[in-house]
């Protein structure tokens, strides 16, 4: 059974960069479309970003331009670069791993804010 863990959340200015990693055990991560969600507070959970296992990806209009969606099958990772981030930016972000079976990650927090 694939199992997700996501790191890199945290503190940032807006206007700043974070990358977020999402890294895999236990399956073949490559077979796996990923994408990253994010929920902020009082809202429903939302699509980010996509990636398919043959790297198609997919962007939410709110993020087009400023974040890209990648993985790397050697290190069994997804990543989102998030650039030029924004107060609205601000959510739990979640990496999500589907084949089959949907996958979740634990979440890992963002908040742009001075």
């Known amino acids: 059974q694939l199992q997700v863990v996501e790191f890199g959340g945290g503190l940032v200015q807006p206007g700043g960069s974070l990358r977020l990693s999402c890294v895999a055990s236990g399956s073949i991560f490559n077979e796996y479309n990923v994408s990253w969600y994010r929920q902020a507070p009082g809202k429903q959970r939302e699509l980010v970003a996509s990636v398919t296992s043959g790297g198609i990806t997919n962007y939410a209009d709110s993020v087009k331009g400023r974040f890209t969606i990648s993985r790397d099958s050697a290190k069994n990772a997804a990543y989102l670069q998030m650039n030029s981030l924004k107060f609205e930016d601000t959510a739990v972000y979640y990496c999500?791993?589907?084949?089959?079976?949907?996958?979740w990650g634990q979440g890992t927090q963002v908040t742009v804010s001075f």
């Open positions: 999500n791993a589907v084949r089959f079976v949907s996958i």
